[in-house]
């Protein structure tokens, strides 16, 4: 009787482990790629406050702002509070299972341009909530979409740039916000 051979395949053929291997190779690549505009000094400094304007400060005071502004501030605040505490939850729970380590940690070839706030990498929680509480924003308010959605992405790429995610740390942490903010206004 002739054995019957298994093994896991994406949809184009190549076995599962060859194409995650070739994906964590581009992951890799492109993070060191990305990082070495750090190593000019204006870029390393512009990035540094975008990342910096990306914590958890000033978020809080703009979803503080929402009710002075907004004859539906309160529904905006509250939403995009639960999601800055789901946000935070999610970010810290998958930090904690997968103890990814940060990329100049990884790589030689990679240089960190500001101190990172924990010692994991995975998903990226700047990214997480400048996404999802754009998307709030935005949904609420959509005239902001034009100073949130670039700020938004400069706070991804910030990152990257800076040697303290990986580009996937960065999709994930923008999936997850993206997903629940999406939840919260369903």
């Not at 529904?75 to 999610?90: D, E, K, R, V, Y």
């Not at 990679?110 to 990226?124: M, R, Y």
Request: charged content about 10%; overall charge positive; glycine content about 8%.
């Amino acid at each position: 009787m002739k054995k019957l051979k298994l093994h896991s395949t994406t949809p184009t053929g190549f076995p599962l482990q060859q194409w995650a291997s070739a994906a964590i190779q581009w992951d890799h690549h492109s993070s060191i790629q990305i990082n070495r505009a750090v190593h000019i000094q204006a870029i390393r400094r512009f990035f540094s406050i975008i990342s910096k304007m990306g914590d958890g400060p000033l978020w809080t005071a703009a979803i503080l702002c929402v009710p002075v502004f907004a004859d539906n501030g309160w529904t905006a605040m509250f939403q995009m509070s639960l999601m800055a505490l789901l946000g935070l939850g999610i970010y810290k729970l998958i930090k904690h299972f997968t103890s990814r380590p940060r990329p100049f940690v990884q790589h030689r070839e990679i240089t960190l341009g500001c101190p990172p706030l924990d010692q994991f990498s995975f998903p990226s929680g700047h990214t997480l909530h400048a996404v999802g509480l754009t998307t709030l924003f935005c949904y609420h308010f959509p005239t902001v979409g034009v100073l949130l959605v670039p700020f938004a992405a400069l706070v991804a790429l910030s990152r990257v740039i800076l040697g303290l995610h990986f580009v996937s740390d960065v999709l994930m942490g923008a999936g997850i916000g993206l997903s629940l903010a999406l939840l919260i206004i369903s």
